[in-house]
């Protein structure tokens, strides 16, 4: 068995997890619990974390009660939070003492916001103070910001001390702290002032002292900032971990790179959720409730209703034209589509410039002319191949100038739909209200609305109405 | 100056590198070489990559050429990849050895995959011996894959060393490699054998040997998996790094978790911009000739044409219904709009789910039924406001047959888009095409088409046509 276990790559990596699910649970189902003890004894505690959500409900704290301490602890930290929960509620006293008391306190505060109030306040009442006290302070931050995220376990050390008794300090107090990347050199009042990868510790001679060596430019963040920020400086500066001070300039703790690509994924899916009409709230979708569901979805549809007011008295206004050339109404939905389309095109690439730094300088005036020009050049050619197409296709019966009225449409739909589409995130964005959810909705009522009345103003010239 | 300089969180940065900027500009207008200079000095390398980048080109060599030895390396490899074109066109050939062989080989490599052939062989020529192969080694991997990305600077260290004796040959060694965070440890034909991060190496005896501590059971990478399987795999593990083998299983390179913070961004934006309708290459979009952004969006607009013969000519055979009922022509781009809509939150769900872990272990089967339930929830609310919507309207004339008709095919509509927004996702996957790419088109096609049919067969029969 243990053979097997070494292949760890990739695919393999793959068939080898599902391998360790499914023979936890037969081991368990035979009640073979020294054999299921002993299988996952080479599995990396994320892979075990996903075994265990795997089983059967029933089955899950019998399997996770026989882990080792350190090992639960790790494990305990992967798991979905469901699953977290329903194992917290069975805990005894001394398996809070052992695992919550010994997750780090950001992993901790993490876990204690998926909780209902009332076991949150027995779970703290448990721990030990030292422990209540971390958590508590964490608590006390606004959600998603630097506060609520960082951990307080990371090594501080006076200026003074040479990197030979640094690593003679590093040696009793790093079993504290999993993470020790930096080492942060603070004054008496826990003043930031410096800090020291591990790296220079190791390969720099020992006599020096932390002030001779350490980087005194020293890249923070402050408590009250919001998470995204705080992401964006470890992704822009390369750091495994950035330090965090308080109001005072006090060093309160540190985020760590691991939870940043955590975060910058969440921010990710938030924003193609936005795009794609769906209102989100960071939970996995796929595990919400479906009247929550369809409530989330509802509002941009019923925003569609009122734009469709618009657009429907235009139609509606039309009945003479209509009436008598009814092929008219069969070109609809190619301008709404296109319309759409070129649209959603634009403030894709806008709101994605927005939110990465790829839009960098350019100011609002440079970018809507780009895709202006960029609208131009498609509705161009759009509209010219449009015109073909409508003068061959049946229903048009070979009508030339209602095919040149669907061609000039599109070609201007495609421009007003550029301008519209890259314009209207920039707005939002000054008004501090997010583009990624508000400008779908306005760029169909402006492509619709203006589409469809430019659609029936050439058709009433080109045909004389 | 340097007072002011150690202010250095979120914004006050911000402003911090607005006022670099235009410092530095303004002395180099003035030939002050020597006041730029200092200005420079506690500026992060990003920092100072940047303000070069906002320099007019004249004065970006001047400026680049400022830096001390060690820091240009470091700004180089920050420049924007035009910058470090238009600056590696003008090098001397010290200055290749100076900066381009010191470079990190992942860095240099993703150099030369911008740079015009005959340059890269002319500088490759004036290369070390030992850097020259480094970079070869990684060119002759394919795009995007672990090998490619990777860099060849790692400690490698054999198994009967004691944790003392490794930290000495860290501090000769390390010099050579940016990147310990961890020591892997490999047999006499480079085999991997096992891993132990520098911590444990600081926090152990020293006279305990590599063997003893290190990890055996090493999750690792080979050269010609994707990138972004192993990006997953950092994020999953929590890793600062993953080792690479070859097909030997002989230790090749690491991957580190900053260049994996790019790749999910990119990888992120190429998903935003598929879903956006826009193909992507990676390059900066606003980078980007406008003709070739025509191009890289007329694609998915050619389909709606094709799309639109079909919707065009179910439309146009509805002349006897239309000429009679106009009022019918001002529902359809409700109907469309609100059948793209929800076909698009399906989509989106799903698509990001594929991407990420949520979709996680929910089978084709329930992610369709669970769709298809809140595609029938939404529906009936949304068709029943519709109906009262459509009533009310002054262009419906208070047609309440007409009214039904468009609230029961928004029903339909809304369970159709629904099920064809979640399952199509799926087929491309299977089929091994890009599920953000291909789904919109496909979507639109089959909610447009289908949508509208639905809608007149309703009319007809409802109408007595």
Do not use: C
Not at 16 to 36: D, I
């Amino acid at each position: 068995m243990t053979e097997n276990l070494t292949i760890k790559n990739n695919d393999s990596r793959h068939e080898l997890r599902s391998l360790v699910n499914s023979q936890l649970r037969l081991l368990l189902e035979q009640n073979n619990l020294q054999g299921a003890k002993s299988l996952l004894v080479p599995v990396q505690p994320v892979d075990i974390a996903e075994a265990i959500g795997d089983l059967p409900e029933a089955m899950q704290l019998m399997a996770f009660r026989l882990l080792n301490k350190t090992e639960a602890i790790d494990v305990y930290e992967n798991l979905d939070s469901d699953i977290q929960q329903s194992l917290i509620a069975e805990f005894k006293r001394q398996e809070v003492l052992d695992i919550v008391d010994k997750m780090s306190p950001d992993d901790r505060v993490r876990l204690f916001d998926e909780l209902p109030a009332e076991l949150v306040s027995r779970i703290l009442a448990q721990l030990s103070p030292e422990e209540r006290r971390a958590t508590n302070l964490l608590l006390g931050y606004g959600e998603n910001t630097a506060g609520r995220i960082m951990t307080p376990e990371y090594i501080s050390l006076p200026a003074h001390l040479t990197l030979g008794e640094t690593l003679e300090r590093l040696r009793t107090q790093a079993t504290v702290s999993e993470l020790i990347y930096y080492v942060y050199v603070t004054d008496e009042s826990k003043r930031l002032k410096g800090v020291i990868s591990l790296r220079d510790v190791v390969i720099n001679e020992p006599h020096q002292t932390l002030e001779e060596v350490m980087q005194s430019d020293v890249v923070y963040a402050t408590t009250e900032i919001d998470q995204e920020k705080v992401a964006k400086l470890i992704q822009r500066y390369d750091f495994l971990a950035i330090p965090v001070v308080d109001r005072e300039s006090r060093l309160v703790g540190i985020v760590t790179v691991d939870d940043v690509i955590d975060i910058l994924e969440q921010e990710a899916t938030e924003d193609i959720y936005a795009l794609g009409a769906v209102q989100s709230d960071g939970d996995n979708y796929f595990d919400t409730n479906l009247f929550v569901v369809a409530r989330r979805r509802v509002s941009w549809l019923l925003v569609l209703l009122l734009t469709n007011t618009f657009t429907g008295s235009i139609i509606g206004a039309q009945e003479d034209i209509l009436s008598e050339v009814t092929v008219l109404a069969a070109f609809i939905p190619l301008l709404i589509d296109s319309g759409g389309n070129v649209g959603t095109q634009s403030s894709t690439v806008v709101i994605r410039g927005l939110s990465t730094d790829e839009l960098k300088d350019l100011g609002v005036g440079k970018v809507v002319l780009r895709e202006a020009i960029a609208g131009t050049i498609l509705g161009l050619g759009l509209g010219l191949i449009t015109i073909v197409w409508a003068y061959l296709l049946p229903q048009s019966d070979k009508n030339i100038t209602v095919a040149i009225t669907v061609g000039l449409s599109l070609m201007a739909i495609s421009v007003l739909a550029s301008v519209a589409g890259s314009f209207l995130p920039f707005v939002f964005k000054f008004f501090k209200l997010d583009p990624a959810l508000m400008s779908g909705p306005f760029i169909t009522t402006a492509v619709d609305v203006l589409g469809v009345l430019i659609y029936f103003n050439i058709a009433r010239s080109m045909l004389g109405f």
